[in-house]
Each structure stands twice: as structure tokens, then as C-alpha cells.
């Protein structure tokens, strides 16, 4: 073979070895359709059902992580004002609160601001102070599958006023979403409809929505601040509890160490299960439907459901 010819061939190699390097280092393509951000992982699962492939949502809560404490990367909180739409909780994650007075994101989203969330906030009997003298409330809304229903509409209405476009395809993502969620509703509620006990004991009070739901008692071994150690008289009060009321599991959390639950079911010869606040996105793979599944599965086992 002549050396014209080997060089005839040579060339085009050259060349898409050159076009591979370029690609390797061009920069990777934007997302697709509406930005949205949301404040922690329900609120995600929301938004994700409702947009479908019409929307990239990212939640600044990480995958695994505690909710309540997190702190916000400079580059998050300009994401907070750049985003297309952010849905949050107010008065449950202060950097986020924080954010968005800073940022004023052009669509917002506050599921504290929908009128049956806000009413049953509102309703709820435990309140703490805080360091800061804040009466704080339950906020986990989500594990009453009807109240995660009832932001639907407020997100399929948001996206819909930021890609008026699709305002169709938002509105059957909700209802679908909504169908979705009352089964799971008619599923919890028949699977705790015949139970032997009712009583719950949690590591910290964050399923009082699911317990008025499903006509359950909460008895928790701290309040609303997942890392506060329980007081001895609060431990007797457990103990007095299991024993009068015959329980059976103490619930444990996938977020919280499950060591003084450990310590006090071993004590009191009782068994433990891990009940899903459903803060942040699980690492097993499982989304929220699945992880309310497994709740109910949990919940049945410990309360001797028929």
C-alpha cells in the first residue's frame, strides 16, 4: 500500500479521534423543560408525578439526608432564585425560608399556604418551643396521603402559569396523581381497620397526621426535634405504656440512630421496626408510594391487623 493511501486513511481516524476528545470535553447539555426545585423529597415525588418527562425536578435535600437542619450551598441558593418554580414547606427548613425572602423565585409554591394543609398544621395538639421561641407544629402532612393530594392542584397550577403550553398534561398529571393517592388512602385505611392494638410507640413525634388518619395513638419517646434524648420520666412513661396497652414494637426511623429505642425494647423484651417518616428520598429505591406500603406493612405486623 502506498504511503498517499495510508495517509488518505489516516486522516478520517484522526479526525474522530479528534471529535471524540471534543465531545469528552464539551459541556453536558442543559435540562430539559421546566426547572423545578423542591425543598425536600415529598414534595419531589409531588411535583415529578404531576410534570412527568415536561419537568427536571431536583430536591435540595440530598438523598439520605436529615430534612430539618439542612444548610444551603451558595450555588443552591442562587439556584432558588434561577429555578422555574420551587415548592416548599415554610416554617420547616429555615435555610430554605431564608432562600427564598433572599432569592423571590418568580413561581413559588408553599404547601403551608394550601388551605386544608394549613388547617390541619394549625390543628395539631403537640406544640414545642423552640431555641427561638417559635411554637413549632407537626409538619409531616405527607404521611396523610389525602393532604399530599390536596397540593396537586396548587403544582399542576404553578407549572402551568410557567409553561402555559402544557397546561393540559399539567392538569391530568394531577388528577392522576390525585386517583393515585386516594387509592393508597383506601389501602391504609383498610389495612388498619381491624388491628388487635392501636397504639404506636415512635421515636419521635413525627406520624401525628398518619395516627388521626388511621385512628391510631401516637406515644413518642422525644417531640418534634428528631435528636432530643428522652428524659427518665418520659422512659417510664413508655414503659408504662407497653406494658398497659400490650405493645409489641417499638418504631424506629431511617434518618434518627435507632440506638435508645434499641436499648428500651431489648429492656422491655420487646421487638423493633423502622416506620418511614418519608423525610428524604429512601436509598433502596423506593419512592413514596412504596415507602407508605412498607409503613402499612409494618404497621400491620406490629399492631396484629386481621
Partial sequence: MSTRRRRVIALPVALAGAGLLLAGC??????SGVQVLASFYPLQYLVQQIGGDLVTVTSLTPPGAEPHDIELSPRQVREVGDADLVVYLSGFQ??????????????????ASVPTIAEHIASQDAAETTDTG??????????????LAALAPEVASALSTADPAHADAYAAGATTLQASLAELDTELSSGLA?????????????????????????????????EAEPSPARLREIRGVVE??????????????????ETLAADLRIATAVLDPIESESSSGTDYRG????????????????
Fill in 26 to 31: 464539551a459541556p453536558a447539555a442543559a435540562p
Fill in 244 to 261: 398497659q396497652y400490650g405493645v409489641t414494637t417499638i418504631f424506629t426511623e431511617t434518618l434518627v440512630s435507632p440506638k435508645v429505642a
Fill in 194 to 226: 381491624q388491628c388487635e392494638r392501636t397504639s404506636i410507640v415512635t421515636s419521635h413525634a413525627a406520624f401525628g397526621y398518619l395516627a388521626q388518619k388511621y385512628r391510631l395513638t401516637q406515644v413518642s419517646l422525644s417531640g418534634l426535634d428528631p
Fill in 94 to 111: 429555615a435555610a430554605v425560608d431564608q432562600a427564598i425572602a433572599s432569592r423571590k423565585p418568580t413561581h413559588l409554591v408553599d404547601a
Fill in 291 to 306: 415507602a407508605m406500603e412498607q409503613n402499612l406493612a409494618a404497621l400491620r405486623s406490629a399492631l396484629g391487623c386481621s
Fill in 134 to 147: 417559635i411554637q413549632a407544629r407537626d409538619p409531616h402532612f405527607w404521611l396523610d396521603p389525602t393532604l
